[in-house]
């Protein structure tokens, strides 16, 4: 190894978060170029300290070898956490390149029934954790705009669902102030073991068009949002003998389904305006309308 990778690995040793945190801010290319050097279990060490989203964006870039070793070495919540980020033919991969034991119990562990939350919430939608200012949560926003909704999930390192900040909230809010100080931490969730009854007849719809997803251990596993639910409706319309929905139930999601048009659009071009305002100056779960 290197004079400049056994330093890496001495600072890394010493200060995984700190680690963890830099490497959140930089693309998953350099990070992963950082870390390549460094044996698996070191890896594996300041992943945990990471989001999955961004820990999985920087094992992807690995060939298939070195990401299965890393994932072999994460506890069991962090692996998974990371897997369900991934694509289906990247997972299958990674998956099949594991030890058969152990990627025998990891599909296991992720696997929840068809039709549960579990297995309909997206599990990649943007994420932030409580300890990053609003001026760096805009950039993780900027990054990943194809994964960010209205309602953003505040999650620890851990995993465990804290609380929430919306867009508007990160707009408005001073640059230098932390996630942890804005968010709301009363947040509504859905179980992730909960049918399809269940979560249909959950009375918050009428309130939030997207509801967070969490295991009986409070681990975030996902966002559910009304554009999943509207699919099942027609999946219902088409079979009706897998249940019956009310029409007021239909016509809540044919109003959502107007609601939500141009958001994204206009958050974009807010964002966008707000950061070059910013480079001369620094600076509880409410219904998205457009």
């Avoid at 620890?156 to 102030?177: A, F, N, P, W």
């Amino acid at each position: 190894m290197k004079a400049e990778d056994r330093l890496t690995l001495g600072y890394l040793q010493a200060h995984p978060l700190e680690v963890a945190r830099r490497l959140e801010s930089v693309t998953p290319q350099e990070a992963a170029n950082i870390l390549a050097p460094l044996p698996s279990s070191n890896i594996a060490e300041v992943l945990e300290c990471c989001l999955p989203a961004p820990a999985a964006r920087i094992v992807a870039r690995f060939n298939k070898d070195a990401a299965g070793d890393v994932i072999t070495h994460l506890s069991a919540s962090s692996a998974i956490g990371v897997l369900r980020q991934f694509e289906e033919p990247l997972q299958h991969e990674v998956l099949e390149g594991l030890e058969k034991a152990i990627g025998a119990s990891l599909r296991r562990a992720m696997r929840y029934l068809p039709h549960t939350a579990g297995s309909l919430a997206d599990p990649r939608v943007l994420t932030l954790p409580p300890d990053i200012t609003v001026e760096e949560a805009l950039t993780w926003v900027k990054m990943d705009p194809g994964h960010t909704t209205y309602y953003v999930y505040v999650i620890d390192r851990d995993t465990k669902l804290e609380g929430l900040v919306t867009l508007k909230q990160l707009i408005s809010s001073d640059t230098d102030h932390l996630i942890a100080t804005i968010m709301t931490d009363n947040v509504i969730t859905l179980s992730a073991e909960a049918n399809i009854e269940e979560i249909l007849q959950h009375p918050q719809w009428e309130r939030f068009p997207t509801l967070p997803v969490v295991d009986r251990w409070g681990t975030f596993l996902g966002a559910l949002r009304y554009r999943t639910l509207r699919g099942i409706e027609q999946e219902h319309v088409r079979n009706p003998d897998a249940g019956s929905l009310s029409q007021a139930f239909i016509q809540l999601w044919e109003a959502y389904s107007l609601a939500g048009i141009g958001i994204m659009t206009d958050v974009a071009t807010s964002i966008e305006s707000r950061s070059k305002k910013s480079s001369g100056t620094s600076g509880g779960q409410e219904k998205e309308s457009a």
